[in-house]
């Protein structure tokens, strides 16, 4: 049957696209500005070029209304920081005197001035910088960058909307600013902040703009009556403005919830929201409250975040219900496409079976760009499109590449006590003093040191075959025997073999699991000039043989002292993968747990006595709404601990977390059962460290004294006063020091000094600690 047209042409859009380009050029451009190797004029011809490609692209492809302000040198929150002149005080000369270098100093840092603190996005792996504000904020607009990238896409002829985070959200996402009171609210500063997006809307009016967009995402989070008042107060605001373009408030990564009729109800033109997953729900919500009527729609029914071909009838389906519910819709994703890789069609080594059911962010404007010719024209104007989306769909769901009965069995047959140590953590603390012999506060590094440029173009060497399999192992253990012997020198407790065979802490794994497929160039930005290549989870997950231990066992030969073995927990091999979504994720967690159980049983019989297993992803992954928190914390800590316990006593399983809001998960990380936490804590000033004090956490943790997303190297001192922080906390027979994340992307001469500091800084607290004693 032939779907009726739409009464109105539906558009396409979309919120955001990545922004690294094809090659990484916008990566490669910044760090050469920041290196000196390229001009502050070069580096913004390179971005504008991309600006250009990527719109042009997107226009290609059938997407009518592009977006602008999306595209951002480091992060677009930051972006938002200079708009409105929340420049924070210790920045502002740097910003006044060279607006670019203040810019990534606040990114950054420098060796004299620390940067703003940096978070998840929501619940992806995107990270944001957080916005400093205080009492005495005062709040001025500079709407230049703004302005100037939608005069760009206008005199290309294209029509563009700008996209803004909108203001309640950035003050929600706001924290106070060092030396606030730690109960300062920044929402309280709506008031002051609205006039400065007035005086923004009417500039982007006047520099041409028809539409503009305003981000609203903390608006799927569970909003107290406050919030939601704040909200309506904003946009009844905003919307009685005379000096301003038509207004699409857009929320997405959830259902709307109670948001939803405060929004409907605003004096704006348009709302965009999410209907894929959980926020399929905003269907209903939209009709029971009376639809859009006189309105704009814009439905992002393609998920933004995965990377799975769209159920295209599905789609269309979920599309003609909302017809009825707003003057016009028009169709996008469900987010920004930030959040995924570019093109598939760059993949060459991808089975082309797999590759017909991928689709990266090209593929997805496709998608979008069909979708809403069908509801425009009616479903005979896209049949071959239909026929082909069906095809692909059913290829899938018949694959046996996806399912794998051995696997299954395996996961069906796990048992309660299976993820469960059986001795007390007393017991074990006691067996694992005796067995590793650790002074007060122990110090540790968190994993990776630096990759340098020779493992780099060994690395680089084996792929394209210059040099052999030897040469590059040859390579491995040299990079092994500097970082054993650079922690020796540097007095460090426990050691890392400093993961040089690693490309990246995901990847490394995925390509050694069955049921993972792994991309060459499918980069997602994570923060700034950091980009991962996230594997693609396609089918049931099995170990066919051990990952790691060849190269710890290799490192513990080198020295007396314990090394860590180290891996990525299940959680985190989830959620910095495109999941598969024929599933539940449960389901997936455990059949990653059981393969990692069998690497973590292999490591403790060849000797390792510490082993480590990442989840930095387990805040991140954490549902935006409190009514699902519950069935997802239950899986996901089970994982760990089916990961963790088939160990003795006196082996010890540390974990690592960083870069998230930890107290909304201080339960779930005391249910990990680890013997050691090791949290990110110097940007937060141990904000964490009291976290778990408050909660009564009863195992050893590790609060980070040395902030490694900073060039920046702190000080003996500054790190002892972090370390003296901590213990106002944490006891000392618990407290262990160590960075807050992993080395990786540090150069040796911060991470020598910095190291070196970090271990002066023990020594130098545990002579007070026993002094106070004597």
């Given at each position: 049957?032939?779907?009726?047209?739409?009464?109105?042409?539906?558009?396409?859009?979309?919120?955001?696209?990545?922004?690294?380009?094809?090659?990484?050029?916008?990566?490669?451009?910044?760090?050469?500005?920041?290196?000196?190797?390229?001009?502050?004029?070069?580096?913004?011809?390179?971005?504008?070029?991309?600006?250009?490609?990527?719109?042009?692209?997107?226009?290609?492809?059938?997407?009518?209304?592009?977006?602008?302000?999306?595209?951002?040198?480091?992060?677009?929150?930051?972006?938002?920081?200079v708009?409105?002149?929340?420049?924070?005080?210790?920045?502002?000369?740097?910003?006044?005197?060279?607006?670019?270098?203040?810019?990534?100093?606040?990114?950054?840092?420098?060796?004299?001035?620390?940067?703003?603190?940096?978070?998840?996005?929501?619940?992806?792996?995107?990270h944001?910088?957080?916005?400093?504000?205080?009492?005495?904020?005062?709040?001025?607009?500079?709407?230049?960058?703004?302005?100037?990238?939608?005069?760009?896409?206008?005199?290309?002829?294209?029509?563009?909307?700008?996209?803004?985070?909108?203001?309640?959200?950035?003050?929600?996402l706001?924290k106070?600013?060092?030396?606030?009171?730690?109960?300062?609210?920044?929402?309280?500063?709506?008031?002051r902040?609205l006039?400065?997006?007035?005086?923004?809307?009417?500039?982007?009016?006047?520099?041409?703009?028809?539409?503009?967009?305003?981000?609203?995402?903390?608006?799927?989070?569970?909003?107290?009556?406050?919030?939601?008042?704040?909200?309506?107060?904003?946009?009844?605001?905003?919307?009685?403005?005379?000096?301003?373009?038509?207004?699409?408030?857009?929320?997405?990564?959830?259902r709307?919830?109670d948001?939803?009729?405060?929004?409907?109800?605003?004096?704006?033109?348009?709302?965009?929201?999410?209907?894929?997953?959980?926020?399929?729900?905003?269907?209903?919500?939209l009709?029971?409250?009376?639809?859009?009527?006189?309105?704009?729609?814009?439905?992002?029914?393609?998920?933004?975040?995965?990377?799975?071909?769209?159920?295209?009838?599905?789609?269309?389906?979920?599309?003609?219900?909302?017809?009825?519910?707003?003057?016009?819709?028009?169709?996008?994703?469900?987010?920004?496409?930030?959040?995924?890789?570019?093109?598939?069609?760059?993949?060459?080594?991808?089975?082309?079976?797999?590759?017909?059911?991928?689709?990266?962010?090209?593929?997805?404007?496709?998608?979008?760009?069909?979708l809403?010719?069908?509801?425009?024209?009616?479903?005979?104007?896209?049949?071959?499109?239909?026929?082909?989306?069906?095809?692909?769909?059913?290829?899938?769901?018949?694959?046996?590449?996806?399912?794998?009965?051995?696997?299954?069995?395996?996961?069906?047959?796990?048992?309660?006590?299976d993820?469960?140590?059986?001795?007390?953590?007393?017991?074990?603390?006691?067996?694992?003093?005796?067995?590793?012999?650790?002074?007060?506060?122990?110090?540790?590094?968190?994993?990776?040191?630096?990759?340098?440029?020779?493992?780099?173009?060994?690395?680089?060497?084996?792929?394209?075959?210059?040099?052999?399999?030897?040469?590059?192992?040859?390579?491995?253990?040299?990079?092994?025997?500097?970082?054993i012997?650079?922690?020796?020198?540097?007095?460090l407790?426990?050691?890392?073999?400093?993961?040089?065979?690693?490309?990246?802490?995901?990847?490394?794994?995925?390509?050694?699991?069955?049921?993972?497929?792994?991309?060459?160039?499918?980069?997602?930005?994570?923060?700034?000039?950091?980009?991962?290549?996230?594997?693609?989870?396609?089918?049931?997950?099995?170990?066919?043989?051990?990952?790691?231990?060849?190269?710890?066992?290799?490192?513990?030969?080198?020295?007396?002292?314990?090394?860590?073995?180290?891996?990525?927990?299940?959680?985190?091999m989830?959620?910095?993968?495109?999941?598969?979504?024929?599933?539940?994720?449960?389901?997936?967690?455990?059949?990653?747990?059981?393969a990692?159980?069998?690497?973590?049983?292999?490591?403790?019989?060849?000797?390792?006595?510490?082993?480590?297993?990442?989840?930095?992803?387990?805040?991140?992954?954490?549902?935006?709404?409190?009514?699902?928190?519950?069935?997802?914390?239950?899986?996901?800590?089970?994982?760990?601990?089916?990961?963790?316990?088939?160990?003795?006593?006196?082996?010890?399983?540390?974990?690592?977390?960083?870069?998230?809001?930890?107290?909304?998960?201080?339960?779930?990380?005391?249910?990990?059962?680890?013997?050691?936490?090791?949290?990110?804590?110097?940007?937060?000033?141990?904000?964490?460290?009291?976290?778990?004090?408050?909660?009564?956490?009863?195992?050893?943790?590790?609060?980070?004294?040395?902030?490694?997303?900073?060039?920046?190297?702190?000080?003996?001192?500054?790190?002892a006063?972090?370390?003296?922080?901590?213990?106002?906390?944490?006891?000392?027979?618990?407290?262990?020091?160590?960075?807050?994340?992993?080395?990786?992307?540090?150069?040796?001469?911060?991470?020598?000094?910095?190291?070196?500091?970090?271990?002066?800084?023990?020594?130098?607290?545990?002579?007070?600690?026993?002094?106070?004693?004597?």
């Amino acid at each position: 049957m032939t779907a009726k047209p739409a009464a109105a042409a539906a558009r396409a859009t979309v919120y955001g696209y990545p922004r690294q380009g094809p090659n990484r050029e916008l990566k490669k451009a910044v760090e050469g500005y920041w290196k000196g190797r390229v001009s502050a004029d070069g580096l913004r011809e390179t971005a504008a070029a991309l600006r250009r490609s990527n719109w042009q692209s997107l226009a290609d492809t059938g997407i009518q209304e592009v977006p602008t302000g999306d595209f951002s040198y480091y992060d677009h929150v930051l972006d938002t920081s200079v708009m409105v002149g929340a420049v924070p005080e210790r920045h502002r000369k740097a910003v006044e005197t060279h607006a670019l270098d203040g810019y990534f100093a606040m990114a950054r840092g420098t060796q004299d001035v620390a940067p703003l603190e940096m978070t998840k996005w929501f619940d992806t792996n995107y990270h944001y910088l957080v916005p400093e504000l205080g009492q005495d904020t005062v709040f001025s607009a500079d709407s230049t960058e703004q302005t100037g990238q939608l005069r760009e896409a206008l005199a290309l002829g294209l029509a563009a909307r700008p996209v803004l985070v909108g203001p309640v959200t950035y003050l929600l996402l706001a924290k106070p600013a060092p030396g606030v009171a730690a109960d300062f609210e920044p929402l309280t500063l709506l008031d002051r902040l609205l006039p400065v997006y007035a005086e923004v809307l009417a500039d982007l009016r006047a520099a041409g703009a028809e539409w503009v967009q305003l981000d609203e995402p903390a608006l799927v989070q569970d909003r107290t009556p406050a919030d939601l008042n704040a909200a309506a107060r904003a946009y009844r605001e905003l919307g009685s403005l005379t000096d301003r373009p038509r207004l699409l408030v857009a929320s997405y990564f959830d259902r709307l919830g109670d948001a939803l009729p405060v929004l409907a109800k605003a004096p704006v033109e348009g709302l965009a929201l999410d209907f894929t997953g959980t926020a399929a729900a905003n269907v209903d919500a939209l009709a029971a409250v009376g639809g859009l009527p006189g309105k704009r729609l814009v439905a992002g029914v393609v998920d933004g975040r995965n990377i799975w071909v769209n159920d295209l009838e599905k789609s269309l389906a979920t599309l003609g219900t909302l017809l009825g519910l707003a003057d016009r819709v028009d169709v996008a994703a469900s987010c920004s496409l930030l959040h995924v890789p570019l093109d598939a069609s760059a993949e060459r080594d991808v089975d082309p079976q797999i590759l017909r059911w991928l689709a990266f962010a090209r593929q997805k404007t496709a998608e979008i760009a069909t979708l809403a010719k069908g509801l425009t024209e009616g479903t005979g104007a896209i049949a071959a499109e239909l026929a082909a989306n069906r095809a692909v769909l059913a290829s899938r769901a018949a694959s046996a590449i996806t399912r794998d009965p051995a696997v299954r069995a395996r996961a069906a047959a796990v048992k309660d006590a299976d993820a469960h140590r059986p001795q007390p953590y007393p017991e074990r603390a006691a067996a694992q003093r005796a067995h590793l012999g650790l002074p007060l506060l122990p110090t540790t590094t968190i994993g990776s040191f630096p990759q340098t440029t020779e493992l780099r173009t060994a690395r680089a060497g084996l792929r394209s075959g210059r040099i052999g399999s030897a040469g590059y192992e040859e390579r491995v253990r040299a990079e092994i025997q500097q970082v054993i012997a650079f922690q020796e020198e540097a007095g460090l407790d426990v050691l890392v073999h400093g993961e040089p065979e690693r490309n990246d802490m995901v990847q490394y794994f995925a390509e050694q699991l069955t049921g993972y497929l792994a991309t060459q160039h499918g980069w997602v930005q994570s923060y700034g000039t950091r980009y991962v290549r996230p594997p693609i989870l396609a089918g049931d997950i099995s170990r066919p043989e051990p990952m790691t231990v060849r190269w710890t066992t290799y490192a513990q030969s080198l020295t007396g002292r314990p090394v860590k073995g180290m891996l990525t927990g299940p959680v985190t091999m989830l959620a910095w993968s495109f999941v598969r979504d024929d599933q539940p994720l449960g389901d997936t967690a455990r059949q990653v747990a059981l393969a990692l159980r069998d690497e973590v049983n292999d490591l403790e019989t060849a000797g390792t006595s510490v082993i480590q297993v990442d989840e930095p992803a387990l805040r991140e992954t954490l549902p935006l709404r409190a009514a699902d928190r519950p069935a997802y914390l239950d899986w996901a800590t089970e994982s760990f601990r089916l990961t963790t316990s088939g160990v003795r006593p006196g082996t010890q399983i540390h974990t690592h977390m960083c870069y998230a809001e930890f107290g909304d998960i201080v339960q779930a990380i005391d249910d990990l059962d680890a013997d050691v936490i090791s949290l990110e804590a110097a940007r937060s000033h141990m904000q964490v460290a009291r976290e778990l004090a408050g909660h009564g956490y009863p195992r050893e943790a590790g609060p980070g004294v040395y902030d490694i997303h900073s060039p920046r190297v702190p000080s003996a001192e500054e790190a002892a006063a972090l370390l003296r922080k901590g213990l106002e906390a944490i006891p000392a027979e618990r407290l262990w020091v160590n960075p807050d994340c992993g080395l990786k992307t540090r150069g040796w001469p911060e991470t020598r000094a910095s190291l070196e500091n970090l271990v002066s800084a023990a020594r130098e607290v545990r002579a007070e600690l026993a002094a106070g004693d004597a």
